[in-house]
């Protein structure tokens, strides 16, 4: 049974006249009385009563109408998914993400490929390091990874969405809480929230080399499993914390002030992640959209980046 001849079968059912379905069908009368004898021999039934006169379907003919009927629309069906798929329209993007402010980003990205293509099955992975979001990209479980890395390997694709600064929090009630900025020789003595010591926690390395360089060693009270809970310790007034400043325009948490931290540093990247030889139509769709979202801002002229 070929597609060709169940195109035939539903023109001549639906016009009741060979000589219609074959205009309809743009051949000629011969093939198409010879394609619907064929498929008549193949299941060994007749499948339309002819005379003279009229056309009409048999009880056989009856039964095929609507199978034949699903079989096409299968087939177009399968036309438009694989083309739908080479243009990015369709398919699965999978994103892995870490840290507080990561959050909303992968939200406006999210809620943009809802709007323009609901055929891309949008999946996430939220994690609070983001080591684990740049393996799981590397290991082919995930498409994209979001996050905050100090080395990319070989092979992996980059786009920075973000040139974050450090920030110091503190409760409103705090001493310092009024002041435009500080910097790390004004923490002397100060209990500090943190968050674990883990393989790519930069924020936590960050806070060790700064207070090393002012001459201290930092006061580490208590130990975060994530951003939000890092926050809600400062709010409860158990220590200061040092963190980012998408997250001061990320994440409110009520009596907290963060406060720019006047040492001299270098900008913190916030970066999108992919494997360069993912050829995949909708990963690429998917990273044009961000751009549109999460465009890459500009640097400030004397800022000098290294990754």
């Known amino acids: 049974m070929e597609l060709q001849q169940l195109r035939a079968f539903l023109a001549v059912a639906e016009e009741l006249h060979f000589g219609r379905a074959a205009e309809k069908l743009f051949i ?48 177009r069906r399968a036309g438009v998914a694989v083309a739908s798929a ?35 099955e949008f999946e996430l992975y939220s994690s609070n390091f983001a080591i684990p979001a740049l393996d799981k990209v590397i290991n082919r479980e995930m498409e994209i990874g979001l996050g905050r890395w100090n080395f990319i390997p070989a092979g992996i694709e980059r786009r920075v969405i973000a040139y974050e600064n450090l920030v110091i929090a ?29 393989p790519g926690a930069i924020l936590r390395d960050h806070l060790l080399r700064l207070a090393s360089t002012a001459g201290f060693v930092p006061t580490i009270v208590q130990v975060a499993p994530d951003t939000w809970t890092l926050v809600s310790l400062v709010a409860a007034e158990i220590g200061i914390a040092l ?65």
């Open 28 to 75: 000629a009368q011969p093939p198409l009385s010879r394609a619907i004898q064929n498929l008549e021999r193949e299941l060994g039934t007749l499948l339309f009563a002819r005379s003279t006169r009229s056309v009409r379907l048999t009880p056989a003919g009856e039964a095929l109408v609507q199978p034949a009927t699903d079989i096409l629309d299968g087939v």
């Open 86 to 120: 080479g243009k990015g329209e369709t398919g699965r993007v999978r994103v892995a993400f870490a840290g507080a402010s990561s959050h909303v980003m992968v939200g406006k990205l999210a809620k943009l490929v809802r709007e323009t293509h609901p055929g891309i």
């Open 170 to 198: 503190v409760h409103s009630s705090h001493p310092l809480a009024d002041r435009r900025s500080v910097c790390m020789k004004d923490l002397v003595g100060q209990p500090f929230v943190t968050l674990p010591q883990d």
């Open 243 to 307: 963190t980012v400043s998408t997250v001061a325009e990320n994440v409110y948490y009520p009596g907290v002030v963060f406060l720019p931290l006047d040492d001299e540093t270098q900008p913190i990247l916030l970066q999108l992640v992919w494997r360069a030889d993912n050829d995949s139509p909708a990963l690429r769709e998917v990273l044009r959209l961000s751009e549109a979202v999460l465009p890459t801002p500009p640097v400030a002229p004397d800022a000098e980046i290294h990754t």
